[in-house]
């Protein structure tokens, strides 16, 4: 058993399975991790779900500083005592899904990194609100469900291909940097994982008229999905299926494509027909 985990049985602190707790202790795997996000000591780190600290620790070896932001309070003293050795480091209390990451990150050099070993129930909403946000973030690296990596990574036409794969592509550049297999967290989960890195991208993958309507329109494309774009427009932009073909053809469209098809260019510009055709009337 290793150190860490003797804390964690010494602690008597239970795993918190309604928290997604599942962690790493093996030393070369974390710092295979640390490594693979290209971490060095020129950037600053937030850090989303340090739990037993062992990633931190490596996050610390690599960084200038590490920010680390913990739901689960019983372990703040732990993570405090473990990480005494590192000054670089400073623990926070916290909730990713409701911080304000901009008075949480004031301090950091900009932009930052992000690192984060996700549970499994907030990994949606997370990666939305991270790569959705306007903080000066210059690499998220992910560890999360093997089959949200593969989504996340997904192309037009393929299964995974969705809000979260086109948002995450609209703004970053993906990779997956390593698998990692079930049994190499504590408690074992029931699925595989993976280490995936976001690079934010110099300019977004396309460039709409409007941001917005660029993502209601998307929204469309997938809401429902195995039906044409044309009825994904007429249920999501509540438009009358005739006003829903001129837009098609105004993009150059066939008005019988699905949705869950359309390059994300494609939908650029039958996003700017939908500003141009609005800033008409």
């Not at 058993?1 to 790493?24: T, V």
């Not at 710092?31 to 779900?49: F, K, M, R, Y």
């Not at 909403?125 to 973030?137: A, D, T």
């Not at 460039?207 to 660029?214: H, I, Y």
Request: glycine residues 6%.
């Amino acid at each position: 058993m290793s150190k860490r985990k003797e804390r964690i049985r010494d602690s008597q602190l239970a795993y918190k399975h309604g928290l997604g707790q599942n962690f790493l202790y093996d030393d070369d795997l974390l710092e295979a991790l640390a490594t693979a996000s290209g971490i060095t000591d020129q950037d600053d780190v937030l850090e989303i779900g340090p739990g037993a600290g062992t990633l931190t620790k490596h996050l610390a070896q690599h960084a200038h500083f590490v920010r680390a932001l913990e739901l689960d309070e019983r372990l703040i003293p732990l993570l405090k005592a473990y990480m005494e050795p590192y000054a670089n480091v400073d623990i926070v209390q916290g909730d990713a899904l409701t911080a304000d990451l901009s008075a949480l990150t004031s301090d950091m050099h900009r932009p930052f990194s992000v690192v984060a070993n996700i549970p499994y129930y907030i990994t949606s909403p997370l990666i939305m609100r991270l790569v959705s946000g306007e903080w000066p973030i210059q690499r998220i690296a992910l560890m999360v469900q093997k089959e949200v990596a593969e989504k996340i990574l997904s192309h037009p036409g393929e299964d995974g291909w969705g809000m979260l794969a086109l948002t995450c592509q609209y703004a970053y550049d993906g990779r997956m940097a390593m698998e990692v297999p079930a049994r190499c967290f504590t408690p074992v989960p029931k699925v595989d994982s993976a280490f995936i890195i976001l690079e934010k991208k110099d300019t977004p993958a396309v460039s709409p008229r409007s941001e917005a309507d660029f993502f209601r329109v998307a929204q469309a494309a997938f809401a429902l999905r195995r039906k044409t774009m044309t009825n994904g427009l007429c249920a999501a932009l509540h438009l009358e299926r005739e006003a829903a073909a001129v837009l098609m053809e105004q993009a150059g469209l066939d008005i019988k494509v699905r949705g869950e098809t359309l390059q994300m260019d494609e939908l650029r510009r039958l996003s700017d027909a939908w500003t141009a055709q609005k800033t008409e009337v």
